[in-house]
């Protein structure tokens, strides 16, 4: 079962008595469920303490849990060499839950409906079905961009070499990003940007030829689908985050070289030290494997 809430809403409850009044239902729903573990993957304030507050005995979480989650929590789980990758983690705090023969598996189903509309969006743009590269070029985080005339440099090298359509993807607020995009790149490229929903882009990221990315959501939405990826990491570590026993796919200055931790304050792991030519070898890569 899937419990929805409004998150945003609920962080209201301090001010706005409707807010706490959704809180404290939320609450008693929580005790009553009468739950046999809570495993809080997340690792923060609010996660946490809602294990707490739904009466729970049981609480798993990370020992380096952020915002002093980890007072919460009756068994903390530690990070080692072994579980560097974030999955890895997961998995060893759900095991040490009690849980075993764990097989990882990402399942993203996709829609016919859905299909079916990316078809036509596709056709209505003169784009070939499943012969089309996908580039995601922004991000939440500024500092996770790649340079917008790179993608606009890989296009053109990756229009001419391979003979595939170029679109670019993201949100409505990315529209700016992929237009300047569009006009430093020497190739047709169409804006998908604001364009689909998630089933739509989850479609759409499934038949693509290739998906060129930030370390952003789609780009691991691809990974979870198994599409031919090239994701760029700046200052995240590849090591812990990056597309699940899928490293071949991965550019980054020094990728198994950063320890544990999440992020690098190094100047030399800044996105913008990555070259076209490095994406574009890795882009070779998965384009002939």
């Not at 996660?47 to 989650?69: I, K, V």
């Not at 509309?117 to 596709?122: D, E, H, K, M």
């Not at 170029?166 to 990315?174: F, K, L, N, P, Y």
Request: net charge positive; aromatic share 8%.
């Amino acid at each position: 079962e899937t419990i929805l809430f409004d998150r945003k809403f609920l962080g209201k409850a301090w001010y706005n008595p409707r807010a706490l009044a959704s809180l404290l239902s939320l609450i008693r729903w929580l005790r009553c469920s009468k739950f046999d573990a809570v495993i809080d993957l997340q690792g923060l304030f609010r996660t946490a303490s809602l294990g707490w507050l739904s009466g729970c005995s049981r609480r798993f979480g990370m020992t380096n849990a952020r915002e002093l989650a980890h007072v919460f929590y009756t068994h903390k789980v530690s990070q080692d060499r072994d579980c560097v990758h974030l999955v890895d983690y997961y998995l060893k705090i759900i095991q040490t839950a009690g849980a075993c023969d764990i097989n990882v598996e990402f399942v993203l189903p996709t829609e016919p409906a859905a299909v079916d509309s990316v078809g036509r969006l596709l056709m209505n743009r003169n784009i070939k079905h499943n012969n089309y590269a996908v580039f995601v070029p922004g991000s939440a985080h500024i500092d996770k961009c790649w340079p917008a005339e790179r993608f606009a440099a890989l296009a053109d090298k990756i229009s001419s070499q391979f003979g595939l359509s170029v679109i670019a993807t993201g949100t409505t607020g990315e529209v700016g990003i992929i237009e300047k995009l569009k006009e430093k790149a020497n190739v047709p490229l169409t804006n998908f940007a604001g364009v689909t929903n998630l089933g739509e882009l989850t479609a759409l990221l499934k038949a693509a030829k290739l998906v060129v990315s930030n370390d952003t959501g789609p780009g691991h939405i691809a990974a979870a689908l198994g599409t031919p990826l090239v994701l760029i990491f700046g200052w995240s570590n590849p090591v812990r985050i990056a597309p699940y026993k899928r490293n071949n796919c991965v550019v980054a200055v020094e990728p198994n070289g950063r320890g544990l931790k999440l992020c690098s304050a190094d100047p030399k792991h800044d996105i913008k030290a990555i070259t076209v030519d490095e994406v574009y070898q890795k882009v070779c890569e998965q384009l002939k494997a």
